[in-house]
């Protein structure tokens, strides 16, 4: 085998894991079967002993999967992944490969819905407690951290208002505690931001987002060590939410245009989000690439990107909000993001709509907040659509105008 290391991220997006057959194939074939045969009943007995290492069963591993994982793990600089039917199901499986009873979660307050309820309605069933913390306050974290503290979990730039946390100093702070860092590096993917070399333990994915890319599978993967991968990977071939070969084709085709990807969201996001603060309507956009993002130079510290996720406020509220996203055209009304089409949101009646009015406003989602992932369109097409939200929503900030004047 190569060693990955040695390759540009370029190259190991298109080459790593790939194992060629008999068939001496270019692509990557898609083996669609649930069970391996062997020729002898001896064979059988060594394969399943574990004496000859191979595939079994693809609960347990499956060659589509495996060329996935790999080239997952070359890409994010870890020593192992192990895929999982969606991102919520590698959340879950490491959280229960790696906690008991009385153990403690540390998170950061602005999470992925499911996430949240994961933690706060399941895991807490079971004795795993979660506390929060402010995600870009480190003193937050400290407070937040307790002797039963076992896993700080974030996320970096959280979604939608795009805060930034200190990855190295999260990590030195979990291991002074003897936790471990976990970061959901779905915003950023492998492309933008490497949690391991910046000193996390585990990094998961929701390969559903950037590193499908078009918007058509469910997947997740968990990265990291040896050691604590193949307590993961146990858990995950013993409880079953394992990723299904045609998705792992589709994830690992999407790596091999991860980059080019990630490059042009990027670009478009910054001159979306410029011109963005520079409208008269809205009172604050949030991208972590603007010079006046409050975390903008840890972003360049430890970012080689801003992503593709804007977000900004009208001054109108929920009707300006709602009136900006109906008016638009060409972007897509959901709260998916990753997506080769942009995508439009109001995290307030959509992805927070069940957060009370008190527990929003603490989390920082005004009423008048719309968040955009920007796909692959032309920024200037977008733009113009973004000009027809503004054009809808400016009677509404008018009438505020008014009633306060
Ligand atoms: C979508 C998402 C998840 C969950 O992933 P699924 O594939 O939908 O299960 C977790 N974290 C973040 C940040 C996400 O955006």
Same mark, same amino acid.
């Given at each position: 085998m190569f060693d990955w290391d040695a390759f540009d991220f370029e190259t190991r997006a298109v080459r790593a894991g790939q194992q060629r057959s008999n068939e001496q194939e270019q692509g990557e074939p898609i083996f669609t079967t649930s069970s391996f045969v062997y020729e002898t009943a001896a064979e059988a007995a060594a394969r399943f002993s574990g004496e000859l290492p191979g595939n079994i069963y693809s609960r347990f591993t499956n060659p589509t999967v495996r060329t996935f994982e790999r080239r997952l793990a070359a890409l994010e600089g870890g020593e192992r992944c192990v895929a999982t039917a969606s991102g919520m199901a590698a959340i879950l499986s490491l959280c229960l490969a790696l906690l008991r009873a009385g153990d403690g979660i540390v998170a950061s307050r602005s999470l992925f819905g499911s996430t949240h309820l994961l933690f706060d309605r399941y895991l807490a069933r079971f004795g795993i407690t979660t506390r929060y913390a402010a995600l870009a306050d480190l003193d937050s974290w400290r407070e937040a951290?307790?002797? &039963? &503290? =076992?896993l700080l979990f974030l996320e970096s730039? +959280?979604?939608?208002?795009l805060e930034v946390a200190d990855i190295p100093a999260l990590a030195e702070l979990a291991h002074r505690h003897g936790a471990l860092l976990v970061v959901d590096n779905c915003v950023m993917t492998p492309a933008l931001q490497r949690p391991l070399a910046l000193g996390a333990d585990l990094v998961v994915h929701s #390969? &559903?987002?950037?590193?499908?890319?078009?918007? =058509?599978c469910l997947g997740g993967a968990v990265v990291g060590r040896e050691e604590l991968m193949e307590e993961i990977y146990s858990f995950m071939r013993t409880a079953g939410p394992t990723m299904s070969p045609f998705n792992a084709w589709v994830f690992t085709k999407g790596l091999e245009t991860l980059s080019l990807r990630m490059r042009a969201h990027c670009e478009s996001a910054l001159l979306i989000a410029r011109w963005l603060s520079e409208?008269?309507?809205? #009172?604050r956009s949030y991208y972590p690439?603007? #010079?006046?993002?409050?975390q903008h130079r840890l972003a360049v510290r430890q970012q080689s990107g801003f992503g593709g996720l804007v977000s900004f406020e009208l001054a109108g509220g929920r009707e300006a909000a709602w009136a900006f996203i109906d008016a /638009?055209?060409?972007? +897509?009304? /959901?709260?998916?993001?990753?997506?080769t089409k942009s995508t439009i949101t109001?995290?307030? !009646? /959509? !992805?927070?709509? =069940?957060?009370s009015p008190q527990d929003r406003a603490a989390a920082g989602i005004g009423d008048g907040l719309v968040r955009i992932s920007v796909g692959l369109e032309s920024a200037t097409d977008l733009i113009a659509d973004l000009e027809r939200g503004l054009l809808a929503c400016r009677p509404y900030l008018e009438e505020r105008g008014d009633k306060s004047g």
């Open positions: 951290i307790g002797p &039963t &503290t =076992r730039p +959280s979604n939608p208002l #390969a &559903t987002k950037y590193i499908d890319g078009q918007g =058509r409208q008269p309507e809205v #009172a690439g603007l #010079a006046d993002h409050p /638009t055209q060409l972007l +897509s009304i /959901t709260a998916n993001l990753g997506d109001h995290p307030a !009646t /959509t !992805t927070h709509g =069940r957060l």
